[in-house]
């Protein structure tokens, strides 16, 4: 199994990016996949999750309202994405994936099984 995360890059305050999560011998048939975010110093935090075959999702408070989580079980891909960016969104963003449907008592503190190599969004003020 491979996760490979794509799409961070340097914007600036209020700014858009959308990343991207492809995932090899991982189906969306079944499973979850969720973006973590770490930035220097900080705890690693869990951002948004999706049950990949129902589409539900969740969302951490600091993201709700401004990031969307979905996928396309065609390309086997999950993408996050983040509206109205603010710098303290600053971070490595990583996919994770697990073959349990999550709920959202457990989607934050799951052990995800796979891990994509993170993806660098810097947001400048």
């Known amino acids: 199994v491979q996760l490979q995360a794509s799409g961070g890059g340097l914007v600036q305050t209020g700014g858009s990016l959308r990343l991207s999560c492809a995932a090899s011998?991982?189906?969306?048939?079944?499973?979850?996949i969720t973006w973590f975010r770490q930035a220097p110093g900080k705890e690693r935090e869990a951002v948004s999750c999706?049950?990949?075959?129902?589409?539900?999702?969740y969302y951490a408070e600091s993201a709700k309202g401004r990031f969307t989580i979905s996928r396309d079980k065609a390309k086997n891909t999950v993408y996050l994405q983040m509206n109205s960016l603010k710098p303290e969104d600053t971070a490595v963003y990583y996919c994770?994936?697990?073959?349990?449907?999550?709920?959202?008592?457990?989607?934050?503190?799951?052990?995800?099984?796979?891990w994509g190599q993170g993806t660098q969004v810097t947001v400048s003020s």
């Open positions: 994770a994936a697990t073959r349990q449907n999550v709920i959202s008592s457990s989607w934050r503190i799951t052990n995800y099984d796979y």
């Open positions: 999706i049950r990949t075959r129902s589409g539900v999702t």
């Open positions: 011998g991982f189906t969306l048939d079944y499973g979850s």
